[in-house]
Every structure is written in C-alpha cells, then in structure tokens.
C-alpha cells in the first residue's frame, strides 16, 4: 500500500506545470472510459451500462464523450491566459491547425486497417472508396474550431446566446424542416433511427457509404454526423462558461455550489422534457446537451470538492497520467486495437482468439469480456505512464 501511495506522490509531483489538477482528473476519466468501453472482449458480452443506449434514453456510456467535449471547451478557456499577448489571426490560425490535425488524427484511425484473414479483402474498395468521413476525433476538431471562433469573436452573453441558439436552431430545424427520399414521400417532425432531418443531411452529403450506420432506412447516418455538430458545439460553449466560473475571483466554495446546483438543475430539466424532446445521443439532441453538461458539472463540483477543498488527490493520480496525454492515448489505444483485430491467428483475429482461449474459458461470458477490457486498459496505463515519466506529452 505504501508503494501505491508513492507512486501516486511521485505523478502528482510531476504534474507539468500550469495545469488544472481536477480537469486534468475529469478528462482522464473520461478518456479511460472511453477506451474501456471501446475494447471489450467480445461486442456479444458488453453489461448493459457499458452500451449505448439503442435510441432514445442514454446510459452511463453516452455520457463520456460529451463530458469530454464539454473539457475541451474548458480548456480552451483556461488557455487563454496563455495566448493574451497572441493576435487573434495567430490564435485563428493555430486553432485551424489544430483542428485539421485532429480531423487527419480521426481520418487515420478510420483507415487503419486491413483484413488480413480475407483473401479477397480490397483496401480500395472496402475502405478507401468507403471512408467514413466522421468520428470522435473529427467531430472534436469540428466543434473545438467553431467555438473558438465563437470565443473570440463573442463576450459572456454572446456565448451564452450562441448555445442557446444552436440548440434552439437545431430543434427548429429537426421538427419543421420537411425532407423526402428517393421515392418521393415527404417527411418533417421526425426524430426516428434513420428517418430524420439531420439522417437525411448525412445522407444526401456525406452519402449512405460514408457513415457509421450504413444499414439504416431509409437514411443512412452518422452518430457525429453533419447536424448534430451544433448543439455539439453548444456543449464545448458551456465548458467554455465553466471555465469562465472557475476564472472568477468568487470564493471555490461558491463555484462549487453553483456547479451542483446548475448541474442538479440541467439534469432535472432534461429528464422533465425527455418525453416531449427525447434525450438521445446520437442526434445529440438539446435535452442530451443539458443532461450530460449537467452532470459533468456534478463530477466536476465533486472532484474540485475533493481536490480542493478535502485535499484529496491521491485517488486522482492514474487518471492525471491519462488527462494530460489524452489524444496520444486515445491514439495509442485506437492502434492497438485494430493490430489486435487484424492479425490473423488460427483462423481468427489475434482479440478474439485471446477472448475465446484465455478469458472466456476462465472467467466467462459477460465478466471475461469486461477483464479483457480492463487488461487491454491496464497494458494502456504502463505504456501512458512511461510516456508521463520521461515528460513526453503529445500537443496537437
């Protein structure tokens, strides 16, 4: 138990400096979260709270991404100290750069495979010609660019109204704007699985093979797709006020309460509004916007509560490893899984052979996935940790 305690003393104490104990936390966290869920053993065996939720209604897994877009608006934010004496032209250009980056960062995950198990298999035609055009990384470059020129074009209020607007744009649109499919029959007001404005858009741009849900009727869609970009980018803005809360020189113990108090808020209201505006994440609907701003706000009042307040950090230590390097880790563990899922072994993948000969056979179905998972996350963290050790941090 002590050489925990000292291995956690010794990451907080290299904590690079200028660095933001608890969104560093938050946003390892999250990125571990996403990582886990990402990975099971097998897709047949996931425990329910580790899926997406099929449509309508969210799980705890729905909530991770979000909270991660809701950090990314904070620290941008919180970067602005740092870039006062820059041009806004310079902190234009250095955020196109990054977001183009980000964007060429999610292109080569989506392209970083070959089915070595398939003959037949033509990277041509089944993954060049196909290329999905969307992602998690894609979409954080996307929204990270819009609302940095939101920002800085934009004081508290115009912040403010820009979340609000979109979110209220993007509802307008969804439940007025008409739309037909290629026989001619003429939809509006709906916000089903392949049937909505925003599918539709997906469909008509972006093409029914070039997203992630290619088998849907009668509009192919992407969960990140082009429209619900918006109230996406309304969730960065509200970390972006976040941030701008944690600025202010009130007292930490009113910005705390004000967070659990918003968040406890947001939450209520989503939750009050569900029937009539589905949450639902993959349209990244406005109720979704408050449901996940709203409870990343809690975890963020906790966690400053903790840090802050109660000085205790050490509990955060292994999450700081993954915070402050997360795109390399999100990188590094999007690799690895997919050199797990191409090479061949005994007929199958190299993942699903040591699934269905190691932890299956030893612990099971639902709970040999999960331990598969968890491994893969641990195998990760030695790899992350060695990169933290020696300071090397991956600035995109």
Same mark, same amino acid.
């Given at each position: 138990?002590? $050489? ?18 608890? #969104? ?6 999250? @990125? ?14 996931? /425990?329910?709270? #580790? ?16 909270? *991660?877009?809701?950090?990314? $608006? ?5 970067? *602005? ?30 392209? *970083? ?17 196909? &290329? ?7 979409? @954080? ?7 940095? #020129?939101? &920002? ?40 089903? /699985? ?13 093409? +029914? ?36 809360? =944690? ?14 108090? %918003? ?5 209520? @209201?989503?939750? =009050?509004?569900? +029937? ?34 109660? !000085? ?8 700081? &490893? ?13 690799? %690895?899984? !997919? &050199? ?20 299956? +056979? ?30 090397? =941090?991956?600035?995109?």
């Amino acid at each position: 138990m002590g $050489g925990i305690r000292q291995h956690c003393y010794a990451i907080l104490a290299q904590q690079p400096k200028g660095r933001f104990l608890a #969104l560093d936390i938050l946003r390892g966290v999250a @990125i571990m979260a996403m990582v886990l869920v990402n990975n099971p053993g097998s897709w047949q065996y996931v /425990y329910a709270p #580790l899926r997406h939720a099929e449509w309508h209604g969210w799980t705890p897994t729905d909530l991770i991404f979000p909270a *991660f877009i809701v950090m990314v $608006g904070m620290a941008m934010q919180l970067s *602005f100290t740092a870039k006062t004496t820059l041009a806004r032209s310079d902190i234009i250009r250095q955020g196109a750069v990054r977001a183009l980056k980000l964007y060429a960062l999610g292109l080569f995950l989506v392209l *970083f495979y070959y089915n070595f198990r398939d003959p037949a298999y033509s990277y041509l035609e089944q993954k060049l010609l196909t &290329v999905r055009w969307s992602g998690v990384l894609q979409r @954080i470059g996307i929204v990270y660019f819009c609302t940095l #020129l939101i &920002v800085l074009y934009t004081g508290t209020r115009g912040r403010i109204v820009w979340a609000l607007g979109l979110c209220v744009g993007y509802f307008a649109c969804m439940q007025f704007m008409p739309y037909s499919d290629a026989q001619g029959n003429r939809f509006v007001g709906l916000w089903e /699985y392949g049937n909505n404005f925003a599918a539709w858009l997906d469909h008509q741009v972006l093409g +029914p093979n070039h997203v992630y849900f290619r088998e849907a009727t009668p509009f192919a869609f992407d969960p990140e797709g082009i429209f619900s970009t918006l109230p996406a980018i309304s969730s960065c803005l509200i970390g972006v006020l976040i941030a701008q809360l =944690l600025q202010s020189s009130r007292p930490l113990h009113f910005k705390i309460r004000i967070l659990m108090l %918003a968040g406890v808020v947001a939450v209520w @209201i989503a939750e =009050l509004l569900h +029937p009539a505006l589905a949450i639902n994440k993959s349209l990244w609907t406005p109720t979704f916007v408050l449901l996940s701003s709203g409870y990343t706000a809690l975890l963020l009042g906790a966690t400053l509560w903790l840090t802050e307040i109660k !000085r205790y950090r050490l509990w955060g230590a292994p999450f700081v &490893v993954f915070g402050v390097n997360a795109i390399l880790f999100f990188m590094l563990a999007g690799v %690895a899984a !997919r &050199v797990l899922a191409m090479l061949p072994v005994a007929g199958t993948s190299l993942g699903a052979w040591l699934f269905s000969h190691v932890f299956q +056979p030893l612990l099971g179905n639902y709970p040999g996935s999960l331990a598969f998972a968890c491994v893969f996350l641990l195998l990760s963290y030695v790899v992350m940790l060695w990169c933290y050790r020696r300071g090397y =941090l991956f600035k995109v």
